[in-house]
């Protein structure tokens, strides 16, 4: 089942419910998951898998709307192994993976739903199964990573450094275009984190589509 595409409409909500308020640190997840609220990525019984690659301790679930806790399973992947303990003591009922996202072993297609803050950096992972190109930078990465992982109609709703969409190399998003449907697009501004990292950077939250097959 391909959930509902959402409207330009329902865009232009997400946007501004985020740059309505300042405090990011739950305004984000809180908003986000509303977003999938809205606009079922869900099986007709309402049920649906949910990845969240770079977990930290685990905003995203925790945000999670009441009415949505009971209907979703969730995996949540996190590298720093305290930060990983203590995700496994908050969600005792998550499948949680203390590893890199490129180390763990996810079936092709599980997902219906993936939402992160992904990591940010100049640097890569190796991937036996993508070319190097989208593997560095790593917030690059987990964007090339999780396309195998979702279904077709699957969502992908992540929050990555505006390289992402501002870089002059236009590969990695030649390859993303060809395989998913850009859905919406928020430009945060830079003081977004700075109260929960103490650091200025502009991020995006992209959110798309997995089409059912890919476009040359």
Request: some cysteine.
């Amino acid at each position: 089942h391909v959930g509902s595409i959402p409207t330009p409409g329902t865009g232009r909500t997400l946007r501004g419910s985020l740059l309505d308020r300042g405090c990011w640190q739950t305004t984000i997840p809180e908003h986000t998951l509303t977003y999938v609220e809205a606009r079922p990525v869900c099986a007709p019984d309402g049920a649906f898998r949910a990845l969240d690659p770079s977990a930290g301790i685990g905003h995203f679930k925790s945000m999670t709307p009441e009415s949505l806790r009971d209907k979703v399973d969730w995996t949540e992947i996190e590298l720093d192994g305290l930060t990983a303990t203590i995700l496994k003591t908050l969600h005792p009922n998550s499948r949680v993976f203390h590893s890199g996202f490129e180390a763990a072993n996810l079936p092709d297609g599980m997902f219906d739903l993936a939402i992160s803050n992904v990591p940010f950096g100049d640097y890569g992972v190796f991937s036996k199964k993508l070319p190097k190109y989208p593997t560095n930078p790593i917030h690059d990465f987990f964007f090339a990573n999780t396309w195998s992982l979702l279904r077709p109609g699957g969502v992908l709703m992540y929050i990555t450094s505006r390289f992402t969409l501002d870089k002059k190399d236009d590969r990695v998003r030649r390859w993303l275009a060809r395989r998913f449907d850009l859905l919406t697009a928020v430009r945060l501004p830079e003081t977004a984190f700075e109260e929960n990292a103490g650091t200025k950077v502009v991020t995006d939250i992209l959110i798309m589509q997995k089409r059912i097959e890919e476009t040359e």
